[in-house]
């Protein structure tokens, strides 16, 4: 009915729509430049203006977040929450509180957090959330008071059956208790409104280790794909959050040698390989005392590379798990000249369009972080199932659950994106992942 949709036309619509959000253009060309060809050949999806739709999201709520710190001074931030597509679930997806949030960058995760939701195989849409709040060098009673004001104006909005919030950079457990606890004094109801809880109320086993250790298992069965393994490979790990830490220790676990780590002061370096008593150290200082990695780097043996990325180290894996845009061309060409096989991404977006390119030109391994970072959401649904039935799984059967949810992941991206023996992983994670959400679309019908 409709002529072809193009890239070019659909995204200077999309541009002009949503000017001044770069993140947003950036996240929604990658899956428009998979998407369209297979759109067209699907007029179905064409007619309908699918994807038109699905890069609008449902709704966008933001909001005013006062609270006052321990001088006495009253602060104001702002808080946001976007809710992108329910098609297949109430909404899900983190809450970030970070000084560089805004509405692009929330509206480019809630985006991919739509195909990545789809990806999992489970029932939940997608949505992203958060603040332009500095956790950094805050008080706990701070914290406490603004996550207290930021869930009175957020609770209104979300529920165990609406939209179901987790954490993400800048909020972890003690952010998720101070907010679930707010909710359930403001509505005076015990339910699945938050992921990523405590475990004495309701929260799941190896939530906190999902989303590493699922990226560390896409690595592996995209190598096994390939004839290879993690054994035996050097491997560089960017970030030392949650994410990052518990990638390594997987890494570890499947034999792989992790030799670095960073945090936004620079890149911390193991000559000899990251040990398991080394990463405990860490993950105290770095997620129950937040120090930096500058500060510990000598008690960790290690050498720290002042405002380094770990890009520039040999090795066979990579696998950026800090930030968005992190690893750019200029370190995607140390990564190929250093002989580097395939690259993981545990953070949303963190490979530059740019760097994207030049692993492909290299024939570098690429697996895009909504397919290979899906474990966290993935284990957060499973807390959801669990909260439903009143019950909790042990951390063997959840961790079976999350590596059949990766290998499933990974089949959807070898089915739709093989060709010629090869795979692209960025194609095929597109198109299964739209595929699910489409079908409901039109199946509701124009709405
Ligand atoms: P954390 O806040 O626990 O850790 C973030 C890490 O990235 C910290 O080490 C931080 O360093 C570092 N970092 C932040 N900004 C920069 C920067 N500009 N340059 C270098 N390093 C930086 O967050 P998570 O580990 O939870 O999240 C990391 C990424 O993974 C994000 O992209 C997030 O969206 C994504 N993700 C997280 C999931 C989860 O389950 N937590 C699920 C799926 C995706 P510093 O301490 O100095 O700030």
């Known amino acids: 009915m409709y ?16 000017p001044n959000e770069p993140e947003f253009h950036q996240a929604v060309k990658e899956v428009a430049e998979s998407v369209i060809p297979f759109i067209n050949a699907n007029p179905k999806y064409k007619d309908a203006h699918i994807l038109e739709r699905m890069t609008e999201p449902d709704k966008v709520i933001s909001f005013r977040v006062v609270w006052e710190d321990d001088e006495g001074n009253v602060r104001i931030n702002r808080g946001y929450r976007v809710q992108f597509n329910n098609s297949i679930g109430p909404y899900k997806g983190g809450l970030r509180f970070s000084p560089t949030v805004n509405l692009s960058v929330l509206k480019f995760l809630g985006f991919e957090q739509t195909f990545k939701n789809s990806l999992t195989t489970l029932p939940i849409g997608a949505g992203k959330g958060g603040s332009d709040f500095n956790p950094k060098g805050k008080s706990d009673s701070e914290i406490m008071r603004f996550c207290q004001s930021f869930m009175t104006q957020l609770y209104q909005h979300i529920g165990a059956n609406t939209d179901v919030p987790a954490g993400d950079i800048g909020v972890g457990a003690r952010e998720i208790s101070y907010m679930f606890g707010q909710y359930k004094r403001l509505t005076h109801q015990f339910e699945s409104v938050l992921t990523g809880k405590a475990l004495e109320f309701g929260g799941s086993l190896i939530r906190t280790e999902a989303t590493g250790y699922g990226n560390a298992y896409f690595m592996e069965a995209m190598l096994k794909q390939h004839g290879g393994s993690i054994s035996g490979k050097k ?208 199946a509701y019908g124009i709405a």
């Open 3 to 18: 002529d072809d949709l193009t890239i070019e036309n659909f995204m200077s619509g999309l541009v002009k729509r949503n």
């Open 235 to 442: 491997c560089l790990v960017s970030g030392s959050g949650n994410v990052a830490i518990f990638c390594a220790e997987k890494i570890m676990r499947l034999g792989g040698t992790v030799l670095t780590l960073s945090d936004s002061g620079g890149g911390i370096y193991f000559e000899n390989g990251l040990t398991q008593d080394l990463l405990e150290i860490i993950k105290d200082r770095k997620i129950n005392k937040r120090q930096r990695l500058s500060e510990i780097a000598v008690e960790l043996g290690a050498q720290f590379l002042e405002g380094q990325k770990p890009w520039g180290v040999a090795a066979d894996l990579a696998f950026p798990c800090a930030t968005q845009n992190e690893l750019d061309e200029a370190d995607a060409k140390s990564l190929a000249a250093n002989n580097c096989i395939a690259v993981s991404e545990g953070a949303n977006m963190p490979c530059t369009p740019e760097a994207v390119h030049l692993f492909a030109e290299n024939n570098i391994l690429y697996a895009p972080g909504k397919a290979s970072n899906a474990g966290g959401v993935a284990v957060s649904a499973l807390e959801m199932s669990q909260n439903s039935m009143r019950l909790a799984w042990s951390s063997e059967e959840l961790e079976n659950k999350l590596l059949g949810i990766m290998n499933d992941i990974h089949g959807q991206c070898v089915k739709h994106g093989e060709r010629d023996g090869k795979v692209d992983y960025v194609q095929g994670a597109n198109i299964a992942g739209f595929i699910k959400v489409a079908d409901a679309m039109l």
